[in-house]
């Protein structure tokens, strides 16, 4: 699926796996770089029922200040907990799904360790959390399973192998066509060059483990391996 290069790999997410699912219904678990953890995407996998083994994305936190762990909410009180022990209570969710939680700046404004938390000349702090963090949570207890860690390893060896195939053995490091109807015809004949490769390569194998078996068999008749 080709795209202008002006729109992130979580946006022409649904389509692909849309496509994926509907030709191989049987698939349990989809596996992705940190580019497509997004709360949409992660809520679309689990409610179909499947799995997502996806990469570690560093948390967009202030430089040199606190962790983002530091911060932790309380669902029960549903507030969050900042590292001196102070709740920011909920305020309003904004219009991209995201709950904000903010301070008090009665109690910011002489904190001894405002300067790591907040800048803001009023001295409110402000958390976000989006409305389906648990998804977002779920994708991540299944980045610590051995079972879908040894998924994602295997992704280096399948799709980016074929990403680094096609730009450094077929050209594709650069685009030769302007719009995206020529790009897309250009790298459609290109993957398409690629998968006839691989199936010469499959027939090759098969041909060739049929050879050997013919070549060797009278050498097996004639002397026998008894166990």
């Not at 991540?140 to 399948?158: G, M, S, V, W």
């Not at 109807?181 to 398409?192: D, E, I, P, T, Y």
Request: net charge positive.
């Amino acid at each position: 699926m080709i795209t202008p290069g002006n729109v992130h790999d979580s946006v022409a997410f649904d389509e692909v796996c849309d496509r994926v699912t509907e030709a191989f219904p049987e698939v349990e678990t989809i596996v992705a770089d940190s580019a497509y953890k997004t709360p949409h995407i992660c809520k679309k996998i689990f409610e179909d029922g499947r799995v997502l083994s996806i990469a570690y994305k560093r948390p967009q936190t202030m430089k040199g200040g606190h962790e983002w762990w530091k911060y932790v909410y309380d669902e029960y009180y549903d507030c969050v907990l900042c590292p001196e022990y102070q709740a920011l209570a909920y305020r309003t969710t904004n219009r991209d799904g995201y709950r904000e939680y903010r301070s008090n700046p009665n109690i910011c404004v002489n904190c001894p360790t405002r300067h790591l938390c907040t800048q803001s000349k009023n001295c409110v702090k402000t958390v976000q959390r989006h409305i389906w963090r648990d998804y977002e949570d779920l994708a991540d207890d299944a980045r610590y399973t051995p079972k879908y860690q040894k998924l994602y390893k295997r992704r280096k060896e399948t799709i980016e192998r074929v990403f680094a195939d096609a730009k450094e053995k077929h050209a594709m490091r650069y685009t030769q066509y302007r719009g995206l109807a020529q790009v897309s015809n250009w790298v459609k004949l290109k993957f398409a060059a690629m998968n006839l490769k691989k199936l010469a390569r499959w027939l090759w194998k098969e041909k060739l483990s049929s050879f050997v078996f013919i070549l060797f068999f009278p050498l097996y008749a004639r002397n026998p391996v008894h166990a």
